[in-house]
């Protein structure tokens, strides 16, 4: 009996014994994996400077997160240049911007200025623990290491703004079935969408924007049930959407497909997306009407399909009221421009202070161009319909802020056929 436990007690020793020969052999490679990546990097500012084998926990070493083995499991370092994304500077829509791991990137966090260049290293390939990659706004160059590809752990690849070159076509998305950050936003990546993304059903952030990507819009993005945000602006995409696009879209919060070639309707299927807040389409060639089940999204805040070549009449069951940019301008519409009854208006007598500061800009005669009126830093809620065809009176509009925040309010009607200085009646004038 006795024989037999000092036995076990042996075996158990030995067994740690290896396991601890092991463990130190894992993080040993850990630390030479990493020393062999920061010899690909250019760190003009110094940002590297704990990663050194004078200081071998490597899991204190800046931008690096270890799990409970010492692997490195998150390699997080965001730069501070942005010469090539203009999605952390103001923009129209910068506070609805969706970038990063979460869905809106905090960028005020980010040192402007300082930030890392050079290759990734293939060596990237070996740290299968990684389950987040996110480099954004340096000034990686070059292709993606293949053995990025195969990291089956993988959840977040966010390289926005860096100046990487890839053919995307070529990628295989197929061991990627945990990725739900996919973003490589201003980049030089060419090449179509490869059908291998459908893999990635996890997928919850998908940005794009800003690179030379042409050909379709595959139709399996419809179908990722986890979607929050889509961003494929400014980029070379042809062809259209089909009507049952959007197949299961209850999460999608945010799409943006502005600055493109799409061409054909503007699908119905996005009047499922119950959660749209964001609907960006300008600057395409997409025709025919806007599709009337847009009168479900109540909580959309922002529809701007300018620039396209829309026509037919505006639905005055559109919930305009609540949102803080709708933007038709530069279409083909006619007809009216209704008081807009619905849905907005509904919600009145449940808060206190509903009504935001009414102040119409009326630049009737005077506005050209789509710029805001005000200054780019104030928000605003902007309600342009110019250039069109639109005829008859000019509706007065009341507004309610979702806040219930003061605001200033721009309603831009130039360039249609509008009866001048005629004020239709404001139905809702009482309920204000
Ligand atoms: C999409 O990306 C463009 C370019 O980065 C940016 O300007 C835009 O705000 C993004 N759209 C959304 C909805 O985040
Ligand atoms: C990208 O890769 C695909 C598939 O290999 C190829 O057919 C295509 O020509 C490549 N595109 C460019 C611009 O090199
Ligand atoms: C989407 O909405 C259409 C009607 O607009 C409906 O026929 C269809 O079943 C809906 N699809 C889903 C998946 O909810
Ligand atoms: C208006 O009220 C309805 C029902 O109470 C609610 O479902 C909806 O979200 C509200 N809309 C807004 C814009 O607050
Ligand atoms: C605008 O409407 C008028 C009739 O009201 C029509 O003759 C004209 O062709 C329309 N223009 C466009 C660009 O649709």
């Known amino acids: 009996m006795v024989g037999v436990?000092?036995?076990?007690?042996?075996?158990?020793?030995?067994?740690?014994?290896?396991?601890?020969?092991?463990?130190?052999?894992?993080?040993?490679?850990?630390?030479?994996?990493?020393?062999?990546?920061?010899?690909?990097?250019?760190?003009?500012?110094?940002?590297?400077?704990?990663?050194?084998?004078?200081?071998?926990?490597?899991?204190?070493?800046?931008?690096?997160?270890?799990?409970?083995?010492?692997?490195?499991?998150?390699?997080?370092?965001?730069?501070?240049?942005f010469v090539h994304s203009g999605s952390c500077l103001s923009s129209k829509y910068s506070d609805l911007a969706l970038h990063g791991s979460e869905i809106v990137r905090d960028c005020s966090s980010l040192k402007k200025g300082r930030f890392l260049g050079g290759k990734l290293s293939n060596v990237i390939g070996k740290f299968s623990e990684l389950r987040v990659l996110s480099f954004p706004f340096n000034e990686f160059r070059g292709e993606l290491p293949n053995g990025v590809w195969g990291l089956t752990k993988l959840e977040v690849i966010d390289i926005e703004?860096?100046?990487?070159?890839?053919?995307?076509?070529?990628?295989?998305?197929?061991?990627?079935?945990?990725?739900?950050?996919?973003?490589?936003?201003?980049?030089?990546?060419?090449?179509?969408?490869?059908?291998?993304?459908?893999?990635?059903?996890?997928?919850?952030?998908?940005?794009?924007?800003?690179?030379?990507?042409?050909?379709?819009?595959?139709?399996?993005?419809?179908?990722?049930?986890?979607?929050?945000?889509?961003?494929?602006?400014?980029?070379?995409?042809?062809?259209?959407?089909?009507?049952?696009?959007?197949?299961?879209?209850?999460?999608?919060?945010?799409?943006?497909?502005?600055?493109?070639?799409?061409?054909?309707?503007?699908?119905?299927?996005?009047?499922?997306?119950?959660?749209?807040?964001?609907?960006?389409?300008?600057?395409?060639?997409?025709?025919?009407?806007?599709?009337?089940?847009?009168?479900?999204?109540?909580?959309?805040?922002?529809?701007?399909?300018?620039?396209?070549?829309?026509?037919?009449?505006?639905?005055?069951?559109?919930?305009?009221?609540c949102m803080r940019v709708f933007d038709v301008s530069r279409n083909l519409m006619f007809g009216s421009i209704p008081d807009f009854i619905n849905p907005c208006h509904l919600n009145i007598s449940r808060h206190s202070d509903p009504v935001a500061k009414y102040l119409s800009h009326l630049t009737y005669k005077t506005r050209v161009e789509t710029r805001l009126p005000f200054s780019r830093f104030t928000p605003a809620m902007i309600h342009d319909f110019s250039d069109n065809n639109f005829t008859g009176p000019i509706p007065l509009l009341p507004m309610i802020s979702r806040t219930g925040k003061k605001i200033d309010y721009a309603f831009l009607a130039g360039g249609n056929k509008l009866s001048s200085g005629l004020f239709r009646e404001n139905p809702f004038k009482k309920l204000s």
């Open 161 to 321: 703004g860096n100046s990487i070159t890839a053919n995307l076509s070529t990628i295989n998305f197929n061991n990627l079935k945990n990725l739900q950050v996919f973003n490589l936003g201003f980049n030089k990546l060419f090449g179509e969408i490869p059908n291998s993304l459908s893999e990635c059903e996890a997928l919850s952030l998908l940005n794009l924007a800003g690179n030379q990507i042409e050909g379709y819009v595959p139709d399996f993005l419809g179908n990722f049930v986890k979607l929050k945000g889509i961003n494929l602006s400014s980029n070379q995409f042809i062809g259209s959407l089909p009507d049952e696009f959007w197949n299961n879209c209850h999460v999608l919060e945010h799409v943006d497909f502005s600055s493109n070639f799409l061409t054909g309707k503007i699908p119905k299927s996005f009047g499922n997306c119950s959660n749209l807040r964001t609907m960006l389409l300008f600057s395409n060639g997409f025709s025919g009407v806007l599709p009337f089940e847009l009168t479900n999204l109540q909580m959309l805040e922002v529809l701007d399909v300018s620039r396209n070549r829309i026509s037919g009449i505006l639905d005055e069951k559109l919930p305009v009221r």
């Open 5 to 81: 436990s000092a036995m076990g007690v042996v075996v158990l020793i030995l067994l740690s014994l290896c396991c601890l020969i092991s463990g130190k052999a894992a993080e040993f490679s850990e630390i030479s994996q990493l020393l062999e990546l920061k010899n690909a990097i250019v760190d003009h500012h110094n940002m590297l400077s704990t990663w050194k084998s004078s200081n071998p926990n490597h899991c204190s070493w800046f931008g690096i997160t270890c799990n409970s083995h010492g692997m490195v499991s998150e390699l997080r370092i965001p730069g501070g240049n």
